[in-house]
């Protein structure tokens, strides 16, 4: 019974760690991500796309290597230059995908962002990016 409880407890160390891990990762990522959309950096943005990412910008979207969907963001950013951005939510599904919703700022307006992530080789990664001009 004493051997069971031992390995009852470690079992439960072990997944809060985990669930510690993941959290702080996740956090992490959106703490970063909202530092490069206020910055309107399109190069630290890309540090945490997928390989290939999903934009969509009012309506347009399609699937972009990491490297040209810095570009895009980069004409972007120039085009709707940054004011400030801030999380409204975030949040996760039960198949473990991160999302967070914000709201991007720029001197004509505001566009709703749409942030989803996911793991791939362990690490979080963004695969689709949306902006819905509001």
Known sequence: ???????????????????TQSYAQQSTLFSNVR??????SSKELAKYFHETVELNINGESDNYSNA?????????FKKYEPVDFEYAHQGSSSEGLQYAIGNYSYSGGNFRVLIRTKKFSGTDKIYIIDFLKE
């Open 35 to 40: 530092s490069a959309l206020k910055a309107g």
């Open 68 to 76: 040209h969907a810095e570009i895009y963001l980069k004409d972007f």
């Open 1 to 19: 019974m004493k051997q069971y409880l031992t390995k009852l407890i470690c079992l439960f160390f072990f997944l809060g760690f985990s669930i």
